[in-house]
């Protein structure tokens, strides 16, 4: 037995150390199982003191490390691809602070997304980036994926919602980023390390921005007979300069899913695409509003637009759109989720090109996606024990990433480069870029120790 | 420098930007604190200040990035200013496609140009930072410059969604993209965006944009004590209503704001669709009823006007010390009242801004004379500030103070356990400290 | 690989979990343990390894997480994938069952296969504990620190399943509530299952539902020879035992002309819903378990599905609700109860934080692994505590042993009640 696992039982004790391979096996994915690679131990910290402690442990005997929440990350973020420690951090699961006169709280990173929006509910308030995984996913990996969801389209990403951040640097120092409430001064490394997919440190406090619940909500359902038709109608609502809070598109594949599982919320199953597109903020710009889009829909070919009739009918279609990924499980074996964004004026022209590559690699796909601002989820449907559909579904995603940033687009609007995408970073960034990038980490992170092996390329010689 | 150097160095930047855009020696305009550059250039393209930067880091120069120069003195006092790189020539808006809501703009593009381009499309970049008329777009995300709107639609580098730099050694890369989402690589814009100019020079900026509202309308709550003025704005912070700006100010600010109003004051700005303005206009007259204050409404051009001249304040009042509160929303009338305390007797003209709902409070005033002790006065109630807000998270910045002040604070007070990160970024990014050395924090 | 046999027909199901981890945050052991392991998800990584024969059947890892399962079922109520969690976990279970055996195992077992089957039996069992949790001394043993702990705490629940004390919530002995008028003359006609350890130990319970039936006009039909569902013995992988006695309970109730088979125990309840299911395989059965199963309701589903008739007197309390796992997950059975509790007349109703959620009970959880099952139940009342109710109602039995023994050992005032009870008090 290594040294280390000693000391670090020593500091969590015998039981919370995993190191018996059976029991590391469920920790060799995360929700993209395709990428596995076991981890040499699981701990479970239950405090900031003891994640110091195996972080000091790990950095004297130069083992790798990384943190994991909830394992929902679909980009193969929290697996251990050079083995090494997993720091769970799901125990750390407490909201330590709500303070309402100053619209914030402050959490552990275990806390789950939904769980700390449901504890500020009855006073009024929520937590804005609402990931679909929000029922699942903690806010340690929001705030390392810089996670979005479809509100985000108007009230902006993990980054915007992050008031401070509590980190053990890879050394086992602390630093406090951000003011948890104040400004700070300096650099803004807040907003830096937030979106660093866990290879800066390992955040053990949160503070979070509280958000307001609007005065009045209104969701729409619009119904397309094609997906053109949908897609146009999308660009139209943007550069008519109306915000929704989602704009959200689901095609008919996924719609089928949908209405199949325990989430069915009464979607058209012959409708070629719907969008359910929402407005928040004052009844009476929001009434407003919702006939202009209406409008919009119409004229751009929408066979019909509903309106929610009440809460239950509302929550019902988002639980819905947030089951969908899931439940297009139903119809395969295996699901590639794919992340792309584009400029949200190309979509027209995009979406009808990424059916056409699926097609022609003989692949199925449904598309369900933040469409208000471009980030489309390609969810290609395969069998891994198939290898010939396995290459091809990586072919056809290699084309879709070089379409998606031929029109102007990037890689990943919420998912993370992680292991998946490392590949593709070339597409966007010259050498250059990925040279910066590479400065940035080794300041956090010197030895290469934090999650290895994520988000930048290895070249040969130098790492980035 | 020696003579003929500088003669050396005056004909390789005459040979990259030619000889109408160098001037040797600086003019006084140009002059940031009591620093006098030894050159000024005008670069046209990121070409241009790509080879200033190859330059200037072979010979181991010093450069200062500028956009209007409206914030040359936000900072401390500068090590060595060689040659200051002003961005003025570099104008242009590159890309703007309504339908996609961003656009891309050379770092020297004015903000109200911008906003001009993009009114007929009722787009805008809600950005009001100080003399709003003045700024580049470039400098205010190098600044991360706000104004009262950062209540509402958060600070400019909310809205960075891609960069061009060029590095100091002249080397360009490009952070983010053109896309409103992004988490490819790590987020560098959030590493450039109010870095004042000391990582790498801004060339190229892209931004989100919003909606323009359909209209607009102004609330004043005025009153001679700041208590129900204080009410007023917690109530509305708390309710459904959603101003784009919550702003308190006190007397001195008034009388140049409104001459007619010379009161205490809070002032609230309603962006939104028409009739949602005149619902929350509604909202908190009758809000202004309840406390027995008494209100003002302003509209349209009239309200806009008065968010103009508050942009303008400190010039109006020939402000020649500015400092930025940032505390806990719930202690902004307290953090301001400590500010009144300490400087009250030092400072003439003495103005406040506060804005409730972000914690943000600026204070400004006229040293009434530049003698020692008045001096040391400043000072001491500049410390005395910091040390007492510390314990509650708050911080204290000196935006703008004359050079014997800032030889005698770091106008950015302390860092604190980050500050090892932030040396270690600043080596990694300009390794020969050619990038507006000194101006940042700790000096960096 | 000779092993996984049960398994090998689910291996479909197995593969239908997409990994997405949306189940995480609804499972109880992984809400307090924070492991992978003892998450849904991670169960199904292990039992999908030894499908793939990655893993042994023999695996420690194996045995101790697929233990630790409460069998709850909140991970099939969020999965949007459709992963059948229930019948891959009994389906593991039947394979782990006939692989690895502990000496304690092997006595749960004995009692699973040849007391559970048999009302007769379970009779004689139950009769000296009915007896002595009425006993004073019982109730000082179990305070006291005699005991050894396992024996300690069945004396606990078992002294749980005694009716709470206080005479305004017990109802008068033989009291026969008259029909409505409008219920009388409907005729309906239900067929009561009555549960072996319910009918041993919950007879108040019992006796309410059918007060409350007859008081809706049902004429109620309690067929004696009817044996346990099986549930324990599924839930435990002995699923040829269970599907002995689903047969016999087919057999039994297809006497009855009974619209509706009513159940008010969550647990059993799920268990006959299922033989349809259970006896798929089986030629003769298989229809016959799917009608019997169709015919199955809770109380409270059916009592709102012909139209639910309070009595009028006012209970005057504030009352919140716990859901049963197997009534609300694998029954799916979740407005009901609360819209038969909301219609209590004198209620104040206050909602339960994580009411969805397992208090540990998880039929015989709390016996095997206590430590775990006091963790949940302490969150429980620590939620509970917050709703200030004078009582809460939750409609299975094993949950109204466990609750009511937290309660009283934690101090609490609050009463334990099947929503039955006190609707059946309503009734003058
Ligand atoms: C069905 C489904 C829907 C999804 N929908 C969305 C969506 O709408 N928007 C979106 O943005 N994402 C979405 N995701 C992706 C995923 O949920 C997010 O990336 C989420 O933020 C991951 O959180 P986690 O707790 O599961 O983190 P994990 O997967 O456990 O970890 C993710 C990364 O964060 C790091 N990390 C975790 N905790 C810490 C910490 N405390 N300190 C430092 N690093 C840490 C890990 O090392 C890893 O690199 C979805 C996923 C699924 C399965
Ligand atoms: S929710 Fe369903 S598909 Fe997702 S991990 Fe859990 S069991 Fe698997
Ligand atoms: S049945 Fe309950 S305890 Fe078991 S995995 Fe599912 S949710 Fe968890």
């Known amino acids: 037995m290594a040294s280390w696992i000693a000391e670090l039982q020593e500091i969590v004790g015998r039981e919370d150390v995993l190191t018996d391979p059976e029991r590391l096996l469920a920790y060799e994915c995360d929700g993209l199982s395709i990428h596995k690679h076991p981890p040499a131990a699981v701990v479970f910290p239950e405090s900031a003191e003891e994640v110091v402690g195996i972080v000091k442990v790990l950095w004297r005997h130069r083992v790798p490390f990384l943190a994991r929440g909830a394992g929902t990350g679909l980009s193969g973020g929290a697996v251990a691809v ?85 980190v053990v640097l890879p050394n086992g120092e602390v630093v406090t980023l951000g003011g948890h409430g104040t400004d700070a001064v300096g650099y803004d490394l807040l907003g830096l390390f937030v979106g660093s997919e866990g290879t800066f440190g390992i955040v053990t406090k949160i503070t979070v921005r509280l958000t307001r619940q609007p005065q009045a909500v209104k969701t729409l359902l619009a119904d397309f007979l094609s997906v053109e038709d949908t897609s146009r109608a999308v660009s139209a ?43 928040d903020g004052l009844a009476a710009s929001v009434e407003h509003e919702a006939e202009r889009i209406v409008e919009l829909c119409r004229t751009n070919g929408a066979r019909q637009v509903i309106v929610a009739r009440d809460e239950a009918e509302r929550a019902r279609l988002w639980a819905g759109r947030k089951g969908a990924f899931g439940a297009l499980g139903r119809i395969s074996p295996d699901l590639m989720v794919q992340d792309a964004v584009i400029p949200r004026s190309t979509l027209p022209e995009v979406l009808p090109e990424v059916y056409r590559i699926a097609a022609r690699y003989g692949l199925r796909m449904a598309n369900v996606f933040h469409a208000g601002d471009g980030n489309l989820h390609p969810n ?85 | 420098m020696t003579l003929q150097g500088a003669d050396r160095i005056e004909q390789e930047l005459v040979s990259i930007v030619g000889e109408a855009n160098v001037l040797r020696p600086a003019p006084e305009a140009y002059a940031i604190d009591d620093r006098h550059p030894s050159f000024v250039v005008f670069p046209g393209t990121s070409e241009e200040v790509a080879a200033i930067l190859r330059l200037a880091h072979a010979q181991e120069l010093a450069v200062v990035p500028m956009g209007s120069g409206r914030r040359l003195s936000f900072g401390n006092l500068l090590e060595r ?333 302390e860092v604190g356990a980050s500050l090892p990160l932030m040396r270690a970024l600043k080596h990694a990014f300009d390794p020969k400290r050619i990038l507006s050395p000194g101006r940042f924090v700790a000096g960096l | 690989m000779a092993v996984a046999r049960a398994l090998a027909h689910e291996a479909e199901k197995l593969l239908a979990c997409i990994h997405c981890g949306l189940c995480l945050s609804a499972c109880p052991t992984y809400l307090q343990l924070g492991d992978e392991n003892d998450s849904p998800r991670g169960r199904l990584y292990l039992m999908r390894a030894v499908a ?138 239900v067929a009561f299952f009555a549960g072996c350890v319910a009918r041993e130990l919950f007879e108040q319970t019992n006796r309410a539902t059918k007060e409350v039936l007859m008081a809706h006009g049902c004429e109620v039909e309690d067929p004696p020879d009817q044996v346990c569902c099986g549930a324990l013995h599924a839930h435990a992988g002995e699923l040829e035992t269970a599907r002995a006695l689903a047969r016999r309970n ?95 007349p004198g209620i104040t109703f206050v909602p339960l934080v994580e009411s969805e959620i397992c208090c540990g009970s998880a039929g015989i959880y709390n016996l095997r692994h206590p430590e775990l099952a006091d963790r949940l139940l302490h969150r429980k009342l620590e939620h509970l505590r917050r709703t200030g109710a004078d009582v809460v109602l939750t409609g299975n039995a094993g949950c109204l042993m466990h609750l009511r023994r937290g309660v009283r050992r934690a101090g609490l005032s609050i009463r334990v009640m099947h929503p039955i009870e006190l609707l059946a008090l309503t009734y003058e």
């Open chain 3, 52 to 189: 793939e024969g990655r893993l042994p059947m023999t695996s420690e890892a194996l045995a101790r997480h697929i233990d630790l399962c409460l069998g709850c079922r909140a991970c099939e109520t969020v999965c949007p994938s459709g992963v059948r969690y229930g019948r891959v976990l009994e389906a593991m279970r039947a394979d782990l069952a006939r692989e690895r055996l502990t000496l304690g195992q092997r006595g749960a077992r004995f009692l699973l296969n040849h007391v559970f089957t048999s009302p007769m039996r379970l009779r004689w069992i139950f009769a000296p504990t009915r007896w002595l949790r009425r006993r004073p001394f019982a109730r000082r043993l179990a305070e006291g620190g005699l005991l050894p702990a396992r024996l300690k705490l069945a004396l606990e629940l078992l002294l749980a399943t005694s009716p709470e004390a206080d005479s305004i919530f017990t109802l008068p002995r033989e009291r026969r509530p008259s029909p409505s008028a409008s219920a009388r003359g409907e005729g309906r006609r």
């Open chain 1, 380 to 464: 290609i449907c395969f069998d891994g024990r198939d290898s010939d559909e396995v290459r091809r579904v990586k072919e056809a995603c290699r084309e879709i990433m070089e379409l998606c940033v031929r029109v102007g687009g990037t890689l990943t609007g919420e998912h993370g480069i992680g292991l998946d995408k490392i590949a593709y970073m070339p597409l966007v960034f010259t050498d250059d870029d990925l040279e910066a990038m590479a400065r940035v980490r080794a300041v956090f992170d010197p030895e290469g120790l934090c999650n290895p092996g994520k988000v930048l390329p290895v070249r040969r010689c130098r790492a980035f």
């Open chain 1, 82 to 166: 050079e083995g090494g420690v997993i720091l769970e951090l799901a125990r750390m699961n407490h909201i330590l602070e709500i303070d309402y006169a100053n619209r914030l709280a402050v959490v552990e990173p275990g806390v789950i997304n939904l769980m700390l929006t449901r504890a500020v509910a009855d006073a009024g308030y929520f937590y804005a980036p609402d990931p679909s995984s929000q029922m699942a996913c903690t806010l340690g990996g929001n705030v390392a994926e810089n996670a979005g969801g479809p509100h985000c389209l108007k009230y902006g990403m993990t980054v915007h919602h992050v008031l401070g951040l509590d």
């Open chain 1, 237 to 279: 609502i943007i550069a008519a300069g109306i915000l929704p809070s989602a704009l959200e598109m689901m095609d008919r594949a996924t719609i089928e899913a949908v209405e199949a599982s325990v989430y069915a919320a009464g979607l058209p199953t012959d409708a070629a695409a719907v969008l359910l597109i929402e407005l």
């Open chain 2, 81 to 413: 200013a060689d040659i200051l790189l002003s961005t003025r020539r570099m104008t242009r808006i590159l890309e703007y496609e309504p339908a996609d809501l961003t656009a891309s703009v050379e770092a020297g593009c004015a903000l109200e140009a911008f906003n001009r381009a993009a009114l007929p499309h009722r787009q805008w970049l809600p950005f009001d930072p100080p003399d709003a008329n003045r700024a580049t777009l470039g400098g205010i995300a190098a600044a991360d410059d706000f104004g009262p709107l950062r209540h509402g639609y958060g600070r400019p580098r909310d809205s960075v969604i891609g960069l061009e730099v060029v590095q100091a050694d002249g080397t360009r890369i490009r952070a983010g993209g053109r896309v409103v989402k992004n988490v490819t690589g790590y987020d560098l814009n959030k590493l450039f965006v109010g870095s004042f100019g000391t990582l790498g020079v801004l060339v190229r900026v892209h931004f989100k944009l919003r909606p323009y509202p359909e209209a607009e309308a102004t609330s004043l709550f005025l009153d001679s004590e700041w208590e129900r003025l204080e009410s007023g704005a917690r109530q509305i912070l708390q309710s459904e209503l959603l101003p784009a700006a919550l702003v308190l100010a006190n007397e001195e600010a008034m009388s140049a704001l409104l001459p007619d109003y010379p009161r205490k004051a809070l002032l609230a700005r309603f962006l939104e669709m028409a009739p949602a303005v005149v619902y929350q206009v509604e909202r908190v007259k009758a809000l202004a009823r309840s406390l027995s204050l008494e209100f003002v409404e302003l509209r349209d051009e009239a309200s806009r006007s008065i968010w103009e001249k508050l942009g303008r304040l400190h010039r109006l009042l020939s402000t020649d010390l500015r400092l930025r509160l940032s505390v806990l929303p719930a202690r902004t009338v307290e953090a301001f009242c400590a500010g009144e305390r300490a400087l009250g007797e030092t400072l003439a003209r003495l103005h406040i801004l506060a804005q409730p709902g972000t914690g943000i409070v600026h204070i400004g005033g006229k040293l009434p004379i530049e003698d020692e002790p008045t001096l040391s006065l400043v000072v001491q109630a500049i410390r005395h500030l910091r040390t007492m807000w510390a314990a509650h998270r708050g911080r204290v910045i000196v935006e703008h103070a004359p050079p014997e002040i800032k030889r005698r604070v770091d106008v950015w007070g």
């Open chain 3, 250 to 344: 087919v057999r039994v109730f297809e006497r009855c002309a009974a619209e509706a088979l009513v159940v008010n125990v969550a647990g059993c309840g799920a268990m006959l819903k299922e033989y349809g299911e259970l006896l798929a395989g089986d030629p003769e059965y298989a229809e016959r378990a799917r009608a019997f199963a169709a015919r199955v309701r809770d109380i409270s589903e059916y009592l709102i599905e012909i139209g639910l008739r309070p009595g009028s007197r006012p209970v005057g309390l504030t009352v919140t609700y716990d859901a049963p796992c197997h009534l609300h997950h694998a029954q799916r059975v979740t407005t009901a109860p609360l819209e038969l509790i909301r219609r209590i």
